[in-house]
């Protein structure tokens, strides 16, 4: 990977960030280093950039954001546990996690979706018209415990399908997708952006559910702010207002993003590709409570957790000292609010 260290420039709609509080907590010469690992899911360009050719953003709120290899989502949340990854996104599939008591936090909710549902494209996929239709279909996943996998038990759910008796789920690598959809080995699969588009412009797949736009999914939270709470308050104050700062440039410089993701070969896909994936997504920081208790929902109903939605709603979010989304949201001309 190129690294490239540059300022980040000042847009039209931009407004002086929200800036550290100096107390005597943050008060170093030397920056506090912390690592973020993602999956190469376009929703993360935020993360990638900080961690890459944006690590000057980080050094304004006192961090030094280093980037960690992705080595699985078992691993993952391991790390977030134990403080050897300090942030990253998060989707509703670490809430098993936090339910059993491992010590990482959502600080924000910032995104809607950044999945899609993929089925052939053509007459091998006019079966599809309504999720309903996906009962007694074989759909692919990536993993049993990542959030193209929890999405799907949302979508089947709400859809009145149940997701485990109703339908047959697999695990396919997402690099395999595609090719896996095209010889008819399953009938339609779920995965982050960009192995959707990759599909679509394949010819293989036609993109049935697209969460970015597609209500009622469009509304659904997608991905929170992840943090370890094996670190001090300050630094989890300071990694979502650089993390809200680098949103706010990706949503105002989109096509800026994508060269810069796809030049540096941070992340899979044409320039083009990833662009139109940006221009789907609504960066904007608010309170993972808004719609957290909604979205663990189902997956209470299904038996995917134990604690009520209300209970594992708050056990998940963490306002750490310092933090105000109020705050993050006025600071910034956000051009879309969802």
Known sequence: MVVI???????TMYKAPVQPTETSTTASAQPYTVYTEYTGATCEAPQMLL???HQSVGLKYGLDVQPIGFAGIASYKESLDTGKVSFGAGPTY???SIEQG?????????????????VPAGEKGAWYRTAADLKGKTIAVGDFSDSPMYSLIKILEYNGVNSRTDVNIIVVPYADMPATLEKGQIDAFISWEPIPLIARDQGVGRIAINMALDEPYSEWTCCYLTISKTLPDW????????????MFWVTTHKEEAARLLTE??????SYEQVYE????FKFYPRSPMID???????LYKAGYVDTTPTRLSEMATWVPEGLSLKELQEAYDWPEVW
Do not use: F, R
């Open 5 to 11: 260290i540059i300022a980040v420039a000042a847009g």
């Open 51 to 53: 961690s890459s050719v």
């Open 94 to 96: 670490l809430l098993s």
């Open 102 to 118: 491992m010590k990482m936090g959502y600080t924000m909710a910032y995104h809607a979706g950044c999945i899609d549902l993929v």
């Open 235 to 246: 630094v989890a104050t300071n990694i979502t207002k650089a993390y809200t700062e680098e």
């Open 264 to 269: 540096n070969k941070i992340l899979l896909g």
């Open 277 to 280: 994936e940006l221009s789907w």
């Open 292 to 298: 957290l208790s909604s979205q663990i929902e189902p």
